[in-house]
């Protein structure tokens, strides 16, 4: 029998590691000075340098995401929160800082092409249809069969049977398959994109403010799809929004930023039911 100093103390219980590492990210549009991190940021009330007129538009921006996990980065209109985004799906080249991705590295130092890591890697499902791709002119079914190509399927049966499948998985009429994209809502459009997007499911999701200019009972819909969506999948999401109800339904964790600054993190329920800082006081008041 062992004796108490022979017993070995259970190993304590560590996350997993980070799919998303963002580790001091930043994006700034102007020349630049060394006043622009004193006259900018939360504090100041402004993401804009007093001295030379550059907006820092992210500052040193640091959160991971785990395997599973959706976290929300929310804040106001000019917060920095889609610049962060546009960063991270490297529409805009990073002027400081790392994006690591497990398994493949820092993304903003990964040699090839950019549309293929955002097709493979870190893919965005945009407000505008248009801006991820889509082509208007096509079926539905086309739109998401022409993703199936790019993978290397070849066989037209299979790439209807797994292009219907997705459909309808995201909740598409079969009726509507074969029509247009130009006659989908903008709700309708976006269940495309994400079945476009899980055709071969990224390490990194992003979704861009995925229920503005909806209608509510149709932001109801789609919030439950996209829910249900994530919640299957092994990789990282991050949802940049405005919108409060959006975090509380799809993310654990939230990212509070205001004037390019991520002014405070942590989970959900806690960040919206006590917030520490006041911005965040203020953004949740102003929301009840």
Request: charged content about 20%; aromatic content about 2%.
């Amino acid at each position: 029998m062992l004796t108490a100093d022979e017993v070995v103390a259970p190993a304590p219980l560590r996350p997993p590691e980070p799919v998303l590492s963002v580790r001091g990210v930043a994006r700034h549009f102007g020349p630049g000075c060394v006043r622009c991190a004193e006259t900018t940021g939360s504090a100041a009330g402004t993401n804009r340098c007093a001295a030379c007129g550059t907006v820092v538009a992210v500052r040193s921006a640091s959160f991971d995401v785990g395997p599973g996990e959706v976290v929300g980065v929310l804040g106001e209109s000019g917060s920095g929160k889609t610049t962060l985004l546009r960063t991270l799906h490297l529409d805009a080249p990073a002027d400081d800082g790392t994006c690591e991705v497990a398994g493949i590295g820092d993304l903003f130092e990964v040699a090839g092409p950019v549309a293929e890591l955002q097709r493979s890697t870190v893919v965005m499902v945009h407000q505008n249809a248009l801006a991820a791709g889509l082509h208007p002119s096509l079926a539905a079914e086309s739109n998401v069969a022409e993703r199936l190509l790019a993978t290397g399927a070849r066989s037209v049966d299979a790439i209807h049977t797994r292009a219907t499948e997705l459909l309808a998985e995201l909740e598409v009429d079969p009726a509507r398959h074969r029509d247009r994209l130009r006659t989908f809502s903008g709700g309708m459009a976006q269940r495309v994109q994400l079945a476009r997007a899980l055709v071969d499911p990224p390490p990194v999701l992003l979704l861009d403010e995925p229920t503005t200019g909806l209608d509510p009972s149709v932001q109801a819909s789609l919030l439950d799809t996209i829910e249900r969506v994530t919640a299957r999948l092994a990789g990282a999401t991050v949802v940049v929004t405005h919108d409060l109800g959006v975090v509380r339904v799809l993310a654990s964790r939230v990212v509070v930023m205001h004037h390019g600054e991520i002014v405070e993190e942590g989970v959900v329920d806690q960040i919206l039911e006590d917030p520490a800082h006041p911005y965040t006081q203020l953004l949740v008041s102003s929301r009840l």
